[in-house]
């Protein structure tokens, strides 16, 4: 198996078309406390995917996972992080597409009361093969129907695209509400939210 990446949280092994995730353990915590929290969000992840794999939504395919070992099975999407692709000097003239399409990404998870937690472009890759988006990492998403969790993670989107992608912003933001108001029909609620959200973080930095 190959390591691909390691984070707080994670190890991700790619094992020929397929990628397993391990949950790390933390010493800083109690053991029970650990084995329980790690259980709970591998759980959580694999019920996310599962509900992905039924919408066919372009996110990987979950193929097994195990609480004990605290590990998924997906499929490995061979492709580029959309980080990277608008990067690339060849997208300047065609971001706009791109960030319609993050948006309706979005927009489809949050029609089924799914929140992804961490919505950056460095989370979605555009697939070599087919070109098409698809979203990874869900390890912090969850199931959730109020509209502020919702427009927060509208608004971590913003922030990352404006922070990650600021050659292109406000624009390529304005393009993916575009994308999320065209495919989302409860968009107005989410928005009004967002703009609270938003003056929060505004006043906090006060």
Do not use: W
Request: net charge positive; proline share 2%; hydrophobic share 35%.
């Amino acid at each position: 198996m190959e390591l691909l990446a390691q984070g707080a949280e994670a190890k991700i092994f790619r094992d020929k078309n397929k990628v397993i995730k391990e949950r790390l353990s933390k010493d800083y915590r109690l053991p029970q406390l650990d084995d329980s929290l790690r259980k709970f969000r591998t759980r959580r992840e694999a019920k996310v995917l599962h509900k992905l794999g039924d919408m066919k939504f372009p996110s990987p395919r979950l193929h097994d996972f195990c609480d004990n070992r605290m590990m998924i099975t997906m499929d490995f999407v061979e492709g580029q992080t959309v980080r990277d692709v608008l990067d690339n000097e060849s997208t300047k003239d065609d971001y706009q597409i791109l960030a319609q399409e993050i948006g309706k990404k979005l927009a489809l998870m949050h029609t089924k009361d799914i929140i992804h937690g961490d919505f950056t472009t460095s989370n979605i890759l555009k697939e070599t093969r087919s070109g098409e988006l698809k979203v990874i990492d869900f390890g912090l998403s969850f199931f959730s129907g109020k509209v502020e969790d919702k427009a927060v993670d509208l608004f971590l989107l913003d922030r990352a695209l404006a922070s990650k992608h600021f050659q292109f912003y406000p624009g390529i933001f304005e393009h993916t509400l575009k994308g999320y108001k065209d495919t989302f029909p409860e968009a107005e609620a989410i928005l009004a939210r967002f703009e609270q959200v938003k003056n929060r973080g505004r006043n906090k930095k006060k």
